[in-house]
């Protein structure tokens, strides 16, 4: 009821022309708070409180063209919009100026541009600038790689809550980058992020329990964490998650489980799930033995260039297993993989070698010199 007596007087003063309540009663209705939420209401009464100078007004416009929001998607508009209000001061206009620099939405891509405008928001303490601007030194992107100026856009922004400026913390910690190695404050970072939802903080805390770094080594607790962050689609929680049931670390050994995350996750490309869930059909695992499923999975994870996978193809080719036999094919993989390093390859190259006449080995090492992992 107060709400909405509110909503009602916001009106009144909007109807008259003045800017701060025209601003207002669009944010009103764009949460919905003592009037329906109607983006198309919201739209009109920020624009005619833009058109008088609003710099708030104007900020919360671009959004709106930036989300399609009561209008046609338009970045080009949100970018007008969010120039106004960025020019004026206002830290959020600042900070989605500086991120369209960086997509290239609405205006032509231009780091420095994006930089400039991050730091302006940073300045100000803007939150989701300082995280952007920690990015964009630790990635180099637009400026000079440097984990020091990273490190502190992230700790400013980890202060403030932002998850992922916690978790990226925590990898630098982890890493050693712009900071000394830590693996107890990595931890401490990371359980920040995680208790927030972040999947990938989620993930690294999981990391940190599989291998005892900054915490004692504990398998259901790293099996708890990389559950919450499977649970979320994170494909890489989702293939350890597979390891832990197919191991039987941290629970009970269990293959259909290990077989359910490990597809999940080579369903969205992870090599190394393809690589596992192949060695399950090839060895039948839990599921019925199926040599033409474990050549899928194998080839995708060998294409790769997972050394494990390309051993298992070879296998495949080397006896006839769910493909022809063909030892071209066999020493091929044999080839790639043991230039990984793979002992399992190098030895089952020499065994095809000795069933091989010399032009076919020739013809089998210029196919693994001519072969190129192929991209995500």
Known sequence: MMKTLVALFVRLAADQGFASAQFKLGFLYLRGEGV???????????????????????????????????????????VRWFRLAADKGIALAQTNLGQAYISGEGVTQNYEQAERWFRLA???????????LGLMYANGEGISQDFEQAEKWFRLAADQGIAEAQSNLGVMYANGDGVPQ??????????????????????????????????????????????????????????SLGFLYLR???????????????????????????????????????????????????????????????????????????????DVQAHKWFKLASTQGDAEGAKNRDIAEKRMTPQQIAQAEELARNWRPKKE
């Open 36 to 78: 329906p939420q109607d983006y198309e209401q919201a739209e009109k009464w920020f624009r005619l409180a833009a058109d008088q100078g609003s710099a708030e007004a104007q900020s919360n416009l671009g959004a709106m063209y930036a989300n399609g929001e009561g209008v046609p998607q338009d970045y080009v508009q949100a």
């Open 122 to 132: 940073a300045d100000q303490g803007d939150a989701q600038a300082q995280l952007d």
């Open 248 to 326: 039987g670390e941290g629970v009970p050994q269990d293959f259909e489980q290990a077989e359910k995350w490990f597809r999940l996750a080579a369903d969205q490309g992870s090599a190394e799930a393809q690589s596992n869930l192949g060695a399950m059909y090839a060895n039948g695992d839990g599921i019925p033995q199926d040599f033409e499923q474990a050549e899928k999975w194998f080839r995708l994870a060998a294409d790769r260039g997972i050394a494990k996978a390309q051993t298992n193809l070879g296998f495949l080719y080397l006896r006839g297993e769910g493909v022809p036999q063909n």
């Open 182 to 239: 830590d693996d107890v404050r990595a931890v401490r970072c990371f359980r920040l992020a995680a208790a927030q939802g972040l999947a990938i903080a989620q993930f690294n805390l999981g990391e940190a329990y599989i291998k005892g770094e900054g915490v004692p080594q504990d398998f259901e607790q790293a099996e708890k964490w990389f559950r919450l962050a499977a649970d979320q689609g994170f494909e890489l929680a989702q293939t």
